[in-house]
């Protein structure tokens, strides 16, 4: 069976064409300017094309959004290509863990939905690296221990360079020294390592909390940076909130 996942963040939808449990291709697209269902559906179709996929082999759409007033569209540019009406996953589908709490975002659940499928028998720490900055923790049961949210480092640094007059903008990649003697440099170290100090942190004090050494999945579109320079996170999987969209739809 041949699924279409899309994730609707607050930065980008990603879409995932799912062969069964695998995920054979992924691309990314902006959300925002925000589109109209027309446009959506052009750009769908050219998508479409690039990656060799024929609408006609997708039997189901699954849609996760923590974007609302986009759901509607992409559900209006999915029937008209597909002649299906998706599924839409959130927080208050059933599966094997329990939320807990009804603002969990759909994002949040989903990544702790795709931890305790693919990573049973232990918790699971899931660091994303999203607009936010999030760090969720689930036990071997299901259980939601609890979730931490911070500004994403994206949002952060766009923020610095918005509000100052003389600060660039900077490719985020590890600087060649901690301490920097030029602009670039320095940004980088305080961008790169000041929030991996941050995330080690909580890694480190959720251990702490629940008595564990947690398993530590990261993901999200900055996770690559992140995960060379400490050997507190144990994988990388930039499709792992995807993952946890089609476990919580394919049997709807």
């Keep these: 069976m041949n699924s279409i996942v ?3 963040g607050n930065s980008n939808i990603r879409f995932g064409l799912f062969d069964d449990d695998n995920c054979d291709i992924s691309w990314v697209i ?5 589109r109209t269902a027309d446009e959506l559906y052009a750009q769908m179709l050219m998508l479409y094309q690039t990656y060799k996929v024929e609408p006609k082999d997708i039997t189901k759409v699954i849609i996760g959004s923590v974007v609302p007033q986009l759901t509607k569209v992409i559900s209006s540019a ?3 290509i597909h002649g299906i009406a998706p599924v839409i996953v959130d ?3 059933p599966s094997g863990v329990q939320a807990k709490s009804k603002q969990m975002g759909t994002d949040i659940y989903a990544n702790l939905v795709a931890a305790h499928n693919l990573y049973p028998d232990r918790k699971k720490i899931i660091i994303d690296f999203g607009t936010a900055l999030t760090a969720s923790c689930v036990t071997e049961i299901g259980e939601t221990l609890g979730v931490i949210i911070a500004p994403g480092i994206i ?3 766009n923020s610095l360079i ?3 007059a003389q600060l660039p903008e900077i490719e985020l990649k590890k ?3 901690v301490l920097g003697l030029d602009t670039v440099t320095c940004m980088q170290s305080g961008m790169v390592y000041g929030f991996l100090g941050m995330v080690e942190g909580f890694i480190d004090r959720i251990n702490d909390e629940v008595n564990d050494d947690c398993f530590v999945i990261a993901t999200g579109g900055v996770s690559h ?3 060379p320079l400490t050997d507190k996170i144990h994988i990388t999987d930039r499709l792992h909130t995807l993952k946890g969209l089609y476990f919580l739809g394919k049997d709807l």
């Design 6 to 8: 899309i994730n609707v």
């Design 30 to 34: 902006n959300t925002k300017p925000y």
């Design 78 to 80: 999915i029937k008209k």
């Design 91 to 93: 927080r208050s589908t």
């Design 155 to 157: 949002t952060a640094l």
């Design 162 to 164: 918005s509000q100052t």
């Design 175 to 177: 600087p060649k020294t």
């Design 225 to 227: 940076v992140y995960k």
